[in-house]
């Protein structure tokens, strides 16, 4: 059993700053991609970056030089700090893993969700 536990979302003002993380944990070989979505009341879930098991990493054009994607492998965790957060940054954040848990099973994960609330 493989479970992604995210934390750190809140309540901040336009032009704050917050880091969500995103543990995994259970029956773990190896962890392949990583990533952040997030879904806005009345919106579907959108890509907000991702990153791979060597580093390289992607975003949405709406975050980009103001959100960073990262990882620590050896925790099985990903971060996603955001600066300069904007009202429109509002939604459930979501953590997503391509998981390895043996031979040939290659599944993907989903966290609970997070809220991030931008508002003054």
């Known amino acids: 059993q493989v479970q992604l536990v995210e934390s750190g979302g809140g309540l901040v003002q336009p032009g704050g700053s917050l880091r969500l993380s995103c543990a995994a944990s259970?029956?773990?070989?190896?962890?392949?991609?990583m990533g952040w979505y997030r879904q806005a009341p009345g919106k579907e879930r959108e890509l907000v970056a991702a990153?791979?098991?060597?580093?390289?990493?992607n975003y949405a054009d709406s975050v980009k030089g103001r959100f960073t994607i990262s990882r620590d492998n050896a925790k099985n965790t990903a971060y996603l700090q955001m600066n300069s957060l904007k009202p429109e940054d509002t939604a459930v954040y979501y953590c997503?893993?391509?998981?390895?848990?043996?031979?040939?099973?290659?599944?993907?994960?989903w966290g609970q969700g997070t809220q991030v609330t931008v508002s003054s």
């Open positions: 997503n893993a391509d998981i390895v848990s043996g031979i040939n099973n290659l599944n993907k994960y």
């Open positions: 990153i791979r098991s060597g580093g390289s990493t």
């Open positions: 259970g029956r773990i070989f190896r962890i392949n991609a």
